[in-house]
């Protein structure tokens, strides 16, 4: 895979404080299309390691290549403008527009005007903000969810492969805030920035992070995927900083797919309530799916249902809630099974096709590994 | 409850145009209006003289004061810039009239002339610059960091950032600063005539020496519509400059 932001050895040492280093040592490849998100206690250096990618603060020493050039030997101005830049106060500028914001760097790039409207346009599309409704308006007008979604749209404004984002969720309230996670999660899947994400929330580097990057007190403790440092945390600091509950966090990081038994045993609803009454004595089992042609979910029958006259299952399916999306993680999914004192939990796809079903074991097993 | 059925624009319009009616009164009963109409080529003059002041004063201000502002600002010299403001703000608290004297006074020796319409000019001049080096320097000050790191972050130079981001930002305020020096300047105005700068001084000043009500106010009246004329034509400038998205009045958010 390429590499697309390299560190090398990238210290950094305020004038004043010749004694500390802010940044020590730091070394890390983030290849093509991830997001890695620096964490770390307060202190730690990592706005300051975010900051020196675009050079609004000069390293001491090191180096920071993109894309395999080193950014030392770019023009400042101009490295800037291919980096998206978000910041946690978002920043628009009060006396532009929501276009003209966008427009900001497209113009300062020489774009005509018909090609910066159309992506100012795509960009409040993707970011769900319907254009002829927000085009023309100003900051103030806007809510701190969507002046933050502005701010995203504004750093991808001349679609720059990398963007730097620090705690761009942070002021946003937890509601809103795992809607942005979410959303922005959606879009990174389509535009596959590569991106370096600062964060004080450890959940939100373990939810948006492909690589977490771990500071204390300037240097690398960890660098990994979120599954890896919860399942091999690389010392007590990293523990401790996880948390007690870091097993449970990995149940945010999984999926329900994972975890799950799949192609489970499902009748069709036309087959006859005998063989169905059949299955459920041969496979030892209270309940059973019942699904149409296409494998899609209709509810599920037990002895009880059969115990009336039907010529066929369908008839006598009762409908049933307790199914979930693939795509769901861990933690919704046993959430689900415990607030609803669910045996088991049915997983389907986006179309409602049955893939598995999952039940605690199935949990109790994937968190074992 | 008949007074609730007034809009709100007819109460403020009713005081304006009760003092509009009794100054007019007042200005027609005790001759200014016949004074004027007899000495109509005069009162051109003088009026002409005294635009002239205030214009000339307040173009040099402006230019002076924002420079000025601005470039406290900048980085280098905003560790001189307590210092400015502090002369600045101690500046601000002198009398117009003292001002007026000290231009009379200190002029004559640095060699010019105290007395004619540059004196006169370069005292109005230090009467308005204050307020908007103030504001300027205030309203660029108080342009959020936030924005500034976004407009670094982004690849604006600082000329860009200057231009695009802080000036336009800091209108409002540098606006107001501007407001207030004109204020200052067209009511100072007239004591240019005490230093021989002309002006519509001439006849309040006449007026007062020979007690007669109809000559000061044929000079006092047209000095307050100018006042207000200017007033009005700034407001409406900064309407027109001043971004929809900063002007205080505009839009609830959503």
């Given amino acids: 895979m390429n590499i697309m932001l390299k560190l090398e050895n990238v210290t950094k040492i305020y004038p004043g404080a010749e004694h500390i280093k802010a940044v020590d040592e730091l070394s890390f490849d983030l290849p093509e299309g991830e997001i890695c998100t620096v964490v770390g206690p307060s202190g730690c250096g990592k706005t300051t390691a975010m900051k020196m990618i675009n050079r609004l603060i000069p390293m001491t020493s090191g180096k920071i290549y993109i894309d395999g050039q080193n950014i030392n030997r770019l023009d400042t101005i101009e490295l800037r403008r291919n980096i998206g830049y978000v910041i946690q106060n978002i920043g628009l500028f009060p006396n532009m527009t929501i276009a003209e914001n966008i427009a900001v760097v497209p113009k300062m790039k020489g774009w005509d005007k018909d090609r910066i409207t159309e992506r100012a346009e795509s960009l409040l599309e993707l970011i769900n903000l319907p254009p002829e409704e927000f085009m023309d308006r100003y900051p103030k007008e806007l809510s701190g969810g969507q002046q933050q979604r502005i701010g995203v749209a504004r750093a991808m404004a001349v679609d720059p492969p990398t963007m730097l984002m620090d705690e761009p969720f942070g002021a946003i309230d937890p509601i809103n805030r795992e809607h942005l996670q979410n959303e922005f999660l959606k879009i990174q899947e389509k535009v596959k920035k590569t991106i370096v994400f600062v964060t004080h929330d450890i959940d939100e580097a373990i939810k948006m992070g492909d690589k977490i990057c771990l500071l204390k007190a300037g240097k690398l403790v960890q660098f990994a995927a979120p599954e890896t440092m919860l399942t091999e945390p690389a010392n007590d600091f990293v523990r401790d900083f996880l948390g007690g509950d870091r097993t449970l966090k990995r149940l945010n990081l999984l999926k329900l797919k994972a975890a799950m038994k799949p192609d489970p045993p499902v009748i069709m609803q036309g087959e006859s309530p005998e063989k169905a009454k059949a299955m459920l004595t041969e496979l030892k089992v209270d309940n059973l799916i019942v699904v149409d042609a296409e494998k899609r979910l209709l509810g599920y029958v037990n002895h009880e249902a059969l115990e009336k006259q039907a010529d066929e299952v369908g008839k006598v399916t009762r409908s049933t809630d307790s199914f979930m999306l693939a795509s769901s993680s861990l933690k919704d999914g046993l959430s689900e099974i415990f607030t609803h004192d669910l045996g088991c939990l049915i997983v389907v796809d986006d179309d409602k096709k049955v893939l598995g079903i999952l039940d605690t074991e199935d949990i109790r097993e994937i968190l074992r590994r | ?254």
């Avoid at chain 2, 924002?66 to 600045?88: C, E, Y």
């Avoid at chain 2, 200052?184 to 000043?205: D, E, N, S």
């Avoid at chain 2, 007690?211 to 900064?238: N, S, T, W």
């Fill in chain 2, 1 to 254: 409850m008949e007074a609730r059925a007034f809009s709100p624009v007819l109460k403020k319009l009713i005081p304006v145009l009760l003092t509009i009616i009794i100054v007019a009164g007042l200005y027609k009963f005790y001759g200014a209006w016949a004074y004027t109409t007899k000495n109509l080529a005069e009162f051109f003059r003088l009026t002409w003289e005294h635009l002239v002041l205030v214009i000339i004063s307040m173009a040099a201000a402006v230019i002076v004061g924002v420079g000025l502002g601005t470039l406290m600002t900048r980085k280098g010299f905003d560790r001189l810039s307590p210092a400015i403001m502090g002369v600045v703000n101690v500046w601000q608290s002198f009398p117009s009239l003292g001002v007026i004297a000290l231009a009379y006074g200190f002029l004559p020796i640095l060699g010019l002339s105290g007395i004619g319409v540059v004196p006169a000019l370069i005292a109005l001049f230090f009467n308005a610059v204050a307020p908007i080096v103030r504001n300027t320097y205030a309203g660029i000050e108080a342009v959020g960091s936030d924005v500034i790191e976004a407009a670094t972050g982004m690849g604006m130079n600082p000329k860009q950032i200057l231009f695009r981001i802080e000036l336009p930002n800091a209108l409002p305020v540098i606006m107001g600063g501007i407001r207030t020096s004109t204020a200052i300047i067209v009511g100072t105005a007239p004591l240019a005539f005490l230093i021989g700068g002309g002006g519509l001084g001439f006849w309040i000043f006449t007026g007062i020496a020979l007690m007669d009500m109809g000559i000061m106010m044929a000079g006092a009246v047209p000095v307050a519509l100018i006042a207000m004329i200017f007033d009005f034509i700034l407001a409406r400038l900064e309407h027109i400059i001043v971004s929809p998205g900063i002007r205080a009045e505009a839009f609830q958010a959503v």
